[in-house]
């Protein structure tokens, strides 16, 4: 078992910037990868940006490439989620996941934390 919390939520302006963080406690020893996702009022959740723990490989989907910026603490087992620019878009409440070498899913989630971009 892993579990994930974050942190690092807030009101922004547009245009401003926040930084999430994810701290992972547990079997962090067989983590395979964390993720960012979000969850906008009314939509599905999405992916944001993701690592693979062991090889430091990052991913970004769409919505955040260029602006957000993901990276990693391995020895305090966080992971981070830089976000510059931002829009009222980008409102959302944003998750952390987890996902360990045995299934490669993210299947540990943390409660969320809430993102409102104002314009």
């Known amino acids: 078992q892993v579990q994930v919390v974050e942190s690092g939520g807030g009101l922004v302006q547009a245009g401003g910037s926040l930084r999430l963080s994810c701290t992972a406690s547990?079997?962090?020893?067989?983590?395979?990868?964390m993720g960012w996702f979000r969850q906008a009022p009314g939509k599905k959740r999405e992916s944001v940006a993701g690592v693979i723990w062991s090889t430091g490989s990052t991913y970004y989907e769409d919505s955040g490439k260029g602006r957000f910026t993901i990276s990693t603490d391995n020895a305090k087992n966080t992971v981070y989620l830089q976000m510059n620019s931002l829009k009222p878009e980008d409102t959302a409440v944003y998750y952390c996941?987890?996902?360990?070498?045995?299934?490669?899913?993210?299947?540990?989630w943390g409660q969320g934390t809430q993102v409102t971009v104002s314009s």
């Open positions: 547990g079997r962090t020893f067989s983590l395979y990868a």
């Open positions: 996941a987890a996902a360990l070498k045995a299934t490669q899913a993210y299947d540990y």
